[in-house]
């Protein structure tokens, strides 16, 4: 009994250790990325906090694009940029290649006046 429990023990930990490599290989971390954003005075606090975060805190290179509302999303959907900073989420949802991240920073709203 215990020589079996050993065996299995045994083979369950090599299951694990077998896992490990395999997540070593799926995942490497980029030298750089490409973020695009709306060009506003309001989300440059946003674009400098994210920059921060990657170059400063995780060693990653960011190369910013300023683009406008729709041409940022259709350029996140056709891999062209990786991430993009700041676009209205129910946009964002409708492309494929596109994840909407929550939590998200801040809450905005677009007021038409006519």
Known sequence: MLSQRLAINSIFL????SFKGLCDDLYKKPA???????PHPQVQAYVDLITSVYE?????KVTLHSTPA?????????????????R???NA????NS????????????????
């Open 14 to 17: 090599l299951i694990l250790i």
């Open 32 to 38: 750089n990325i490409i973020l695009s954003y709306i």
């Open 56 to 60: 400063e805190d995780l060693g990653i």
């Open 70 to 86: 729709h041409r940022g999303l259709i350029m996140l959907n056709s891999g062209v940029t990786d991430a993009d900073v700041i």
């Open 88 to 90: 209205i989420g129910t």
């Open 93 to 96: 949802a409708t492309f494929d």
């Open 99 to 114: 994840v909407v991240i929550e939590q998200q920073l801040e809450i905005g709203e677009l007021l038409l006046v006519c």
